[in-house]
């Protein structure tokens, strides 16, 4: 009996663990089968449900019971109004998390902000999701309100733009902040970009809204933050970020400006809107100013304003944007005078929304020929112009009628000699504008009525010992032919003047010089770049005030009592010619960077017919003897190479345009040189006829504009050109 008992036993336990093995195996559990969730509020706002007001511009706090097994929620989402984005989520990582704290009827603590919404009703909707997808959802209607003066916090809010956004490299983000609570809690307002612990905006004046903007032009592709804190009167301090993307969009086109036949590009600037204006002249037609705008929907060139202004009322040289004063675009150059029939600058300024005019004043005097031909923005909102301005020595000046003089050859064994006279051609002019067009300064030197600049040097002849005239000032013709203003108001310009001063053959060449020049236009240094003979160093003015006769205050001033060596880069027959200067980023320890021309015979490595090539030269501003530190003529061998414009890049290195020769015909050459002046990418935009560049600048977006002309037989032409950053652009 005891055996048939453990037998029906052990038959019952075997027939147990059968049923259930094949229960496991045969019969798996149904996922499918549905899970159970249900969401409750327990606590809004750290009272009861029902009390359902809450500020705006702060936060509130909900209190959530997850019914049943905490694992089989897979997200819990919070959302305000009818925005389909939570404004805040609890994620499974999170459920996962608390499930092993509270495994059944967990509860959620989460903090919802109303920062930025408005007075007035709005639903509060939680939504659970479970592990099966299975949705449990509660709605709270809620009242917000405006915060009173009594409030005891101070908050921000970003109301633009919206977060997170994504921009182009070379857009402006805008951005309006609200400042809500008690105005008395008030401290101080700071935004900074990155970590950088320099603000770009900051305020200790209370104002419910702050506008203010950013630019992106510097800025390379990536992800970025912009930090705003808000401190109230303890201290305490409240942080918001917007967090943007930027991308790169480099549009590249080509705009030949069919309307403006016969013009001829001289000057653009890129605006601080993102435009590009041009600004093209005839001294038959006149001055064509155009406003241009990239349409990124379209992908093409709109003109936003095109002017067109006689030539009797002025013919431009040069334009330059006052971003900083009141966005007007101002353009310098040239009229005739209706009083004298000769030349005065002529400066105006117009609207750079559209063209209309703000003001328009020309500075001259009867009898000099003077002009324009660069205009800067100077550091004190005003305008810094530069040019040229006929001499005024002549036959009937200050040599009482010396009207000339011959010098024998240099020594007793020359037979040749060269004869001088006063009437030496043009000079260069600088002139300081304020804002409004209103003179500041111009210059004084020799005549209290006639305010030009004179030669860049003065020097007495000497021959036989005897001293045949006190100051000579034929160096020729000289203009300035670009400048800019250095950050602590000094100024630096460059051009070139005629050397027949120094040439016995009686040749015309050209020599670059730069000055360097005080807030008030006074030198401070002064070089000739060329080998440059006789009367540079061995004939200076004297110092020693001879006869006392040409130091009277106001009435002979003395321009320049010295002159510095000049530093040996080629010889006395060869041209040297500067267009356009910038400041050095220093790749050789310089301090300017120059563009021009040079006319010289390369015997190394491959002998060159005497041509043009374009010149890039860097050197520094003291006057140094050793001359340049590092120069280079890019061209190709017996072929005519000349570069005209240069700008900065920011990569620390340089764009400069100009043309080359293709047969016989002029071809626009644009290339990028890096900090140490090495060519990254060379360029040629090449059309039917001649065509040349003759500005270049970096854009905001990355990439670069050539501005130039085109002449292909059917009138001349000027013609934008945008590339990228490779030198690319759609063809």
């Not at 049943?68 to 805040?88: A, C, H, M, R, W």
């Not at 501005?707 to 059917?714: A, H, I, K, R, S």
Request: net charge negative; charged share 25%; glycine share 10%.
């Amino acid at each position: 009996m005891k055996k048939l008992t453990i037998f029906f036993f052990s038959l019952l336990l075997l027939l147990t663990m059968f049923f259930q093995t094949g229960c496991s195996s045969d019969t798996p559990t149904d996922e499918t089968d549905p899970i159970v969730i249900d969401i409750k509020v327990t606590n809004l706002g750290h009272q009861t449900v029902g009390i359902d007001s809450f500020d705006t511009q702060t936060s509130f706090t909900v209190i959530v019971q997850l019914t049943g097994l905490t694992e089989n929620y897979s997200q819990i989402n919070f959302y305000l109004g009818t925005d389909t984005n939570p404004v805040e989520e609890v994620t499974r990582a999170t459920i996962s998390t608390l499930a092993e704290q509270q495994s059944l009827d967990a509860t959620i603590t989460q903090d919802i902000s109303t920062l930025g919404l408005s007075e007035g009703p709005i639903d509060l909707r939680i939504e659970a999701i479970g592990t099966n997808f299975a949705v449990d959802e509660v709605i709270i209607p809620i009242y917000l309100n405006l915060p009173d003066e009594n409030s005891e916090w101070i908050d921000i809010a970003l109301i633009s733009p919206e977060n997170p956004s994504e921009y182009d490299i070379g857009d402006m983000i805008e951005m309006q902040i609200h400042v809500q609570g008690n105005s008395t809690m008030f401290k101080s307002f700071e935004a900074y970009f990155e970590m950088d612990p320099d603000p770009i905006f900051q305020t200790t004046t209370f104002d419910d809204t702050l506008y203010f903007s950013f630019e992106t032009e510097d800025l390379a592709i990536g992800d970025y933050a912009i930090n705003f804190n808000v401190t109230d009167i303890y201290d305490v301090v409240k942080q918001k970020s917007l967090n943007f993307r930027l991308n790169e969009f480099i549009p590249t086109f080509e705009v030949v400006d069919n309307n403006g036949v016969g013009y001829e590009l001289k000057s653009m600037v890129q605006t601080y809107d993102g435009g590009y204006v041009t600004v093209a002249s005839d001294s038959l037609l006149g001055t064509r100013i155009v406003k241009y705008i990239y349409n990124k929907e379209l992908e093409q060139v709109d003109v936003l304003w095109e002017e067109n202004i006689r030539a009797e009322v002025g013919v431009a040289e040069s334009v330059c944007e006052d971003k900083d004063y009141n966005g007007g675009v101002i353009i310098a150059g040239w009229r005739i005078s209706d009083i004298d029939g000769l030349k005065d600058t002529w400066v105006r300024k117009v609207s750079s929304d559209d063209g209309s005019l703000i003001w328009n004043k020309h500075y001259g005097y009867n009898g000099i020929d003077d002009g324009a031909t660069v205009i800067k923005k100077s550091v004190d909102d005003g305008y810094i112009i530069g040019g040229y301005t006929y001499n005024y020595y002549h036959a009937d000046g200050l040599d009482g009628g010396y009207t000339e003089f011959v010098i024998p050859g240099e020594n007793e064994f020359d037979v040749d000699s060269v004869t001088y006279n006063w009437d030496t051609g043009y000079d260069v002019r600088l002139l300081k504008i304020y804002s409004n067009g209103n003179e500041i300064w111009g210059h004084n030197h020799s005549y209290d009525s006639h305010r030009r600049w004179h030669d860049i040097s003065s020097h007495s002849l000497w021959w036989d010992g005897y001293l045949i005239a006190w100051w000579v000032r034929t160096m020729g013709d000289q203009y300035i032919t670009d400048l800019f203003a250095k950050d602590d108001g000094t100024y630096i310009v460059t051009g070139w003047n005629n050397a027949r001063l120094y040439i016995y053959d009686g040749s015309d060449d050209r020599d670059m010089y730069y000055a360097h020049l005080d807030n008030t236009g006074g030198f401070l240094e002064t070089m000739t770049w060329s080998e440059m003979t006789g009367f540079d160093i061995s004939h200076p003015s004297r110092t020693d005030d001879f006869w006392g006769f040409y130091d009277v205050p106001g009435v002979y001033d003395r321009l320049n009592n010295s002159l510095y060596r000049a530093n040996h880069l080629g010889t006395v027959t060869e041209d040297e010619i500067g267009y356009g200067i910038v400041e050095s980023f220093k790749g050789y320890t310089g301090d300017v960077v120059l563009a021009g021309e040079t006319y010289e015979i390369d015997d190394d490595p491959v002998t060159k017919s005497k041509f043009h090539d374009g010149w890039v030269v860097e050197f520094t501003i003291n006057g140094d003897e050793d001359g340049a530190l590092w120069e280079y003529s890019f061209g190709e061998a017996e072929v005519e190479d000349k570069a005209y414009g240069i700008d900065q890049t920011k990569d620390d290195g340089y764009i400069v345009t100009g043309y080359t020769t293709i047969g016989s015909d002029k071809a626009t050459w644009t290339y990028k040189l890096n900090t140490e002046l090495l060519v990254v990418w060379s360029k040629k935009f090449d059309v039917a006829g001649d065509d040349w560049g003759m500005k270049a600048i970096q854009t905001r977006d990355g990439g670069y504009i050539t501005g130039g002309n085109v002449n292909p037989g059917g009138g001349l032409r000027a013609r934008l050109i945008k590339i990228n950053k490779l030198g690319q652009f759609n063809e």
